[in-house]
């Protein structure tokens, strides 16, 4: 397996279980308070509007040619990272 598939599988697998925490932030949403749902609702949106950046990234890094491989990179780690920076921070909002 070449580095290319490798990051990719890397990323897929993680974008996947970011999904799956978004999903459970979602589902203790329903269990708070009015206020809180309102500021919580907002988070989770500004979350799975940074998880559709990364996939749409995802299909950019599928399709990317050689040359253009290390720009396409970069530009998904970034994203991951504020990806991972927000859910984190969710995640305590959370509690």
Known sequence: MGIKDAYKQKMAAQLKEWGAQID?????????????????????????????????????LEKASEEAWEHAKETADKIWDDLKAALADARSKFK
Request: proline share 0%; charged share 40%; no cysteine.
């Open 24 to 60: 459970l932030l979602e589902a203790k949403l329903e269990n708070a308070g009015a206020d809180m749902n309102i500021k919580r609702t907002e988070l989770l949106n500004e979350l799975r509007a940074k998880q559709r950046a990364a996939s749409e990234k995802m299909k950019e």
